[in-house]
């Protein structure tokens, strides 16, 4: 039997997530099992769903599956996007200073995992940090820092605290003027794992739904130990620098190398650190997080690029492997938490 790796490779821009290699070409049709792979464009980033299908009447079935996948992503986006003024969240983030806003249950309980993550991170992860990246994407754009005084004020906005929830009425309001709510860092994580959810329901057992980098597995390629997923090196991105075999778990990487910008010769990320107000700059340069589900493995990415090597710990003690490539002495140096040293073979490296 003819085969080709399927080979998913984590990314972070919209661009990158679309070089999964696609699917084993069967001309005949009964070369199997084989895959099916489906891109769109959602959620400002490229979503592929892949599914592995045994034989060929599977495929009509899995591409149904896959498109009702697509949709249940995009009534997503309708709910939680920050940059569409009629979303859900926006209309949250206009009235929320005013009192409390009844929301579906489907925001209220993102908002509310959300704050659980801030809680498990340290105040790392922090959905209410959208005034400094509103700041510092202002500032990318005109290549000019900003002043202290606005990087204090932006500050002075942020703060999950502010976050007032009534589980009752299902509502939920801000005790704080200007706060907003920023949904980016776990959305696409939350995302996948619906999709995946929704291919279960069709009956599909084995796919990889892969939104802008967030992934879920599901089952495996061929029935070997899952899916085989690639983290790119930092910095020369045509390169793959490890291959993991990932199954039924969530995977992303964050990190400054698909989305920053450069002010003076300095290369800022898009993820700021809430303790600070800065971006996280120069030394984390990404971290990978693989957890039960990518909503848990997008929110930890995120927060471990704040905390560093530092956090490792604190990912080991909630169930997530992980592992961060910091900048040292002009190269890469790897660290990873133990579950991922025993489940995926790499720990302390130089790259
Ligand atoms: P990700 O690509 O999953 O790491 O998410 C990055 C996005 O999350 C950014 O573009 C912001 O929208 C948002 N974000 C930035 N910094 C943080 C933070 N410290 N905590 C939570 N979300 C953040
Ligand atoms: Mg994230």
New binding site residues.
């Given amino acids: 039997m003819k085969t080709s790796r399927v080979f998913l490779f984590l990314s ?1 821009a919209a661009v990158v997530a679309a070089l999964t290699v696609a699917a084993n070409r069967t001309p005949t049709g009964c070369n199997h099992p084989a895959v099916i792979a489906k891109t769109r464009l959602l959620m400002n980033t490229v979503v592929e769903i892949t599914v592995r299908t045994d034989t060929p009447q599977e495929r009509s079935r899995a591409e149904n599956a896959a498109d009702s996948a697509f949709d249940e992503i995009a009534r997503l986006e309708n709910i939680f996007s920050a940059y569409r003024p009629q979303s859900e969240l926006s209309r949250l983030n206009s009235h929320g200073a005013e009192g409390p806003v009844p929301v579906s249950i489907e925001l209220y309980s993102l908002i509310e995992k959300a704050i659980g993550f801030q809680k498990q991170t340290a105040g ?4 209410t ?1 959208k005034p400094l ?1 509103d700041l510092w994407a202002a500032a990318g754009s005109t290549g000019t820092l900003p002043e202290r005084s606005a990087i204090d004020r932006a500050r002075a906005k942020v703060g999950a605290d502010a976050i007032v929830l009534d589980k009752i009425a299902r509502t939920v309001s801000f005790s704080k003027e200007g706060l907003a709510l ?1 949904l ?2 776990i959305v ?1 994580g939350y995302a996948a794992d619906r999709a995946t959810g929704v291919l279960a329901n069709h009956g599909i057992r084995n796919a990889i739904v892969n939104v802008g980098g967030d992934m879920r597995c599901l089952g495996s390629r061929s029935g070997g130990d899952g899916w085989m997923i690639g983290i790119r090196h930092p910095r020369d991105t045509a390169r793959i620098a490890y291959r993991l075999a990932v199954r039924d778990r969530g995977v ?1 990487t ?1 990190g400054d190398y698909e989305r920053f910008f450069t002010i003076q010769g300095r290369r800022y990320s ?5 303790s600070s107000g800065m971006p996280v700059a120069d030394m984390t340069v990404s971290a990978t997080a693989i957890a039960a589900d990518s909503l848990a493995a ?1 929110a930890y ?2 927060a471990l ?2 905390l560093g090597e530092k956090g490792l710990p604190l990912a080991a003690s909630a169930g997530v492997d992980a592992l961060i490539i910091t900048a040292a002495n002009g190269g890469f140096r790897v660290r990873t938490t133990d579950g991922f040293k025993e489940r995926y073979g790499i720990g302390t490296e130089t790259l």
């Fill in positions: 972070l790392a992860f922090d959905v940090v990246k920023d980016g860092g696409k992303d964050s898009h993820i700021i650190d809430p997008d990415a995120t690029c704040v």
